[in-house]
């Protein structure tokens, strides 16, 4: 695996996880009794982008070593994926 991919694997697997922790202990502006005029009830109050952020990256790094070290190892290649027999065989060169 090359750096790109690698980065971009772990941006993946960051944003996926960033959109898991994103509605987690959530206060809506209805809930905190201060709703802002032009907004709706269920915007939140205070989104803590920051916080949420940290906790992402310290979830998506471990996520992103067991993804990365299950592809280095090649314990799950591609082959192993092709369940309908598209891929060509392998030569016995």
Partial sequence: MNP???FVLFAVVWAMVFFVVLPLRMT???E???VVPGTPS???A???LRRKAKITTIWAVGIWAIIAGT???EAIS???LDWFNRMTPISAD
Wanted: charged letters at 15%; zero cysteines.
């Fill in 32 to 34: 905190a009794g201060h």
């Fill in 78 to 80: 591609v082959r192993d």
């Fill in 46 to 48: 205070d989104p803590q």
């Fill in 42 to 44: 269920s915007a939140p």
């Fill in 28 to 30: 809506t502006q209805g």
């Fill in 4 to 6: 790109v991919s690698a």
């Fill in 71 to 73: 592809i280095l190892s």
